[in-house]
């Protein structure tokens, strides 16, 4: 079964203290990315990855960090969290980053993150 | 600037009436366009797309969705809705360059039974 799969899905943590939020998707997709979605706002990118060793910002990089090492996964790293980064977090994958009719974007469940 | 807006941000329908959720958007390329529904405590899951040919959009559980470029438009139609369609509904437009999804502010539907 096709499925992007996040760790952990819900975490309460307080300013500065540095957590990963887990990425990892079974469909051999070359991008990868991440959003966060906040009342009001929709979703906004955060970054971006075409494919291994290869990531870019998004819309929302601040704070915010990735790795691509393996193309299965694609870990948020979040150095040193403030309360502004309380949020829910999704993962997100694709076949290659082009807009091909084919081209599915598969989301993961989402992993709610609160800072405080 | 890239953008997209959905018009309204919380629609409450009663059960048997008729969907319209207003999008529009803004964007220099050519626009892959989707429609997302989010269930309480769910994921997104995508209702339809549009990429090429034809502007009127069949999705998943009666929903379709009408391309107008002369309006930038894309809206979202269901022609009866039913209390399982209560959700947050997201209109995005996908860039082919970045992958990148450019997500509207989402609209609340509730559907009283």
């Known amino acids: 079964e096709a499925q992007v799969t996040q760790n952990p899905r819900y975490l309460i943590t307080v300013t500065g203290k540095k957590l990963t939020v887990t990425c990892s998707q079974n469909m051999n997709h070359e991008y990868m990315s991440w959003y966060r979605q906040d009342p009001g706002l929709g979703l906004r990118q955060i970054y971006y990855s075409m494919n291994v060793e290869v990531t870019d910002k998004g819309d929302v990089p601040e704070g915010y960090k990735v790795s691509r090492k393996e193309k299965r996964n694609f870990p948020l790293i979040l150095e040193s969290p403030s309360p502004n980064q309380t949020s829910l977090y999704f993962c997100?994958?694709?076949?290659?980053?082009?807009?091909?009719?084919?081209?599915?974007?598969?989301f993961g469940e989402g992993s709610w993150l609160t800072v405080v | 600037a890239q953008s997209v807006s959905q018009h309204n941000h919380h629609v409450i329908l009663s059960e048997a009436a008729s969907l319209e959720l207003g999008c529009n958007y803004s964007?220099?390329?050519?626009?892959?366009l989707f429609w997302y529904v989010q269930y309480p405590g769910q994921h997104l899951q995508l209702l339809l797309k549009?990429?090429?040919?034809?502007?009127l959009v069949k999705g998943i559980k009666g929903f379709e969705a009408e391309f107008i470029k002369s309006k930038f438009s894309f809206n979202l139609r269901k022609p009866s809705v039913q209390w399982s369609d209560t959700a947050e509904y997201f209109c995005a437009v996908g860039s082919s360059n970045t992958g990148k999804l450019i997500f509207g502010q989402g609209t609340t539907l509730q559907v009283k039974p």
């Open positions: 997100a994958s694709s076949k290659t980053v082009t807009g091909a009719v084919e081209n599915t974007i598969y």
């Open positions: 964007y220099g390329g050519t626009v892959n």
């Open positions: 549009y990429f090429s040919g034809d502007p």
